[in-house]
């Protein structure tokens, strides 16, 4: 990242995968997580109750070790890092073995907080430009609102981390 702006990474997210976490070497140069708990951690550990984001500034031979499924995250490369190289393993703790590795980035949205059944999600005016998945069990559907514009409401109660999608017969 040879300019002056940072280079961002995936928005925030946490990563659907059982783990007990993962470690991240940074082998060259620079990466910094901003990182949050979510709802699930805080139950789990209520003195993080009002935590905000907590920035980490990894430079070269540091280690994080953070379970990114209870963590919300995001990184950025700093502006004037030349070069920025690191490698990630999950840790099982428990002798768990990993099953094969079949992953790739999803791109999707999906629900920050619970919704209710019958929540507008987001209207014509706000959609995100990207395509939905279509579901037989889909979770989301497309309604036109009393001022005549479509708006993405949910069909039952959503939890937090719950990928949005429609059904195969919807036309978006």
Known sequence: NSTKRPLHGRPEHTDAIAHHGTWHVQLKGEKVWTVRPTAELVRKVPSLRG??????????????????????????????????????RDMYLDGTKPGSCDMTNVQGHYALRPISRGAVIFTEDNAPE??????????????????????????????????FAISESEDE
């Open 51 to 88: 935590a905000g984001h907590v920035k980490v500034h990894c430079k070269e031979g540091d280690v994080l070790c953070i379970n990114t499924r209870l963590w919300w995250h995001c990184t950025y490369i700093p502006g004037g890092c030349e070069l920025s190289m690191s490698v990630a």
């Open 130 to 163: 990207l395509e939905l998945p279509r579901s037989s069990s889909a979770n989301c559907e497309l309604r036109e609102g009393s001022d005549g514009k479509l708006a993405l409401v949910a069909k039952r109660p959503l939890k937090a981390g719950e990928w």
